[in-house]
């Protein structure tokens, strides 16, 4: 779930997390070391790093004022979700998990329209721009897909290039690759990778202010339906 109006303030966010607590918990995967955490309203962070050190320093770094403590028993539930379908699924449909993210209005929608592509298939950044209503604003679809802070529950791994290429992905092109290795049987079309490029600037994050006194039921991002 994703509550506008308790959620992470935009302000909060902005100030390393103040006067939030987040509790962690880790745990090995065919991805490496996964990890997923939460706030007292939701999932608000999932990780994959090559050792738990790495991802706990990204956490850390994420919202460095906020007050981090590892909790394995508070994280299992959405933990094991989320460890449950990368070994044992390859890209199907991932359980719903509670979210609390923040985003600016535009990433919202681009997270939206990710969160809407069919299991097993992909979308081109330009059909992502397209379908938001903003067909030029292809770099800035690729901007806020890299701004996923929930990897797999907001799908960033279904976005390709023009080309079918895989562009570059926030936790490594190797962890993409072995979701993609589906898509071949489902669409029959080879899965193209190639060497991530320069990395572009990612705008901070904050949360769309809502103009009303709570959050809308058909919000896509109240829930992850991957």
Known sequence: MVNDQLGMTPSAFRSGGA?????????????GVLLVARTSRGVCAIEFGDDAAAVRTRLADRFSRAGIIEDQRTADAALQIVARYIDEANDVRLPRLPLDIVGT????????ALMKIPVGETSTYAELATKI??????????????????????????????????GGYRWGLARNAIFSSARPLLRGAAVKTRPPGR???????????????????SDPLRSSHD
């Open 19 to 31: 006067g939030e607590e987040i509790r962690y918990g880790t745990a090995t995967t065919r991805l």
């Open 105 to 112: 209005a535009f990433q919202r929608r681009v997270w939206e």
């Open 133 to 166: 209503g903003h067909p030029r604003a292809v770099r800035a679809v690729a901007a806020a897909c890299a701004a996923n802070p929930v990897a797999v529950a907001v799908p960033c791994h279904r976005a390709v290039r023009s080309d079918g290429a895989l």
């Open 199 to 217: 990395r572009c600037a990612v705008p901070g994050l904050f949360r769309r202010e809502s103009k009303t006194s709570s959050g809308s039921a």
